[in-house]
């Protein structure tokens, strides 16, 4: 099995950077890959920013080329997401989520409880 653990949303203001982390426990090596997903109230879920577990290679969305960023500490297993100029409409739930090698390195099977992350105007 796989657990994820989102932490570091809170409130904050239009402008400012925020990191979220994500820890990531149990069977580690089988994880390909650790996607950022964002919900927000009326909105369908929207995939972010993913990295490889393996050699670190980031994705983005177009939504947030530019602004985003995503890594990982394979010492720590941990998975970060950095947003600068954050906008009121990145308001959302924030989640990490898992692929693995066995299910599919593009299959989410795994998922984290969710981060809020608030940006006021």
């Known amino acids: 099995q796989v657990q994820l653990v989102e932490s570091g949303g809170r409130l904050v203001q239009a402008g400012d950077s925020l990191r979220l982390s994500c820890a990531v426990s149990?069977?580690?090596?089988?994880?390909?890959?650790v996607g950022w997903f964002r919900q927000a109230p009326g909105k369908e879920r929207e995939l972010l920013a993913a990295?490889?577990?393996?050699?670190?290679?980031?994705y983005y969305s177009d939504s947030v080329k530019g602004r985003f960023s995503t890594s990982r500490d394979s010492a720590t297993n941990t998975a970060f997401l950095t947003m600068n100029t954050l906008k009121p409409e990145d308001t959302a739930l924030y989640y990490c989520a898992a692929t693995t090698i066995v299910a599919g390195p593009s299959r989410y099977g795994y998922w984290g409880q969710g981060t809020q992350v608030t940006v006021s105007s």
């Open positions: 149990g069977r580690t090596f089988s994880v390909y890959a």
């Open positions: 990295v490889t577990w393996g050699e670190g290679n980031p």
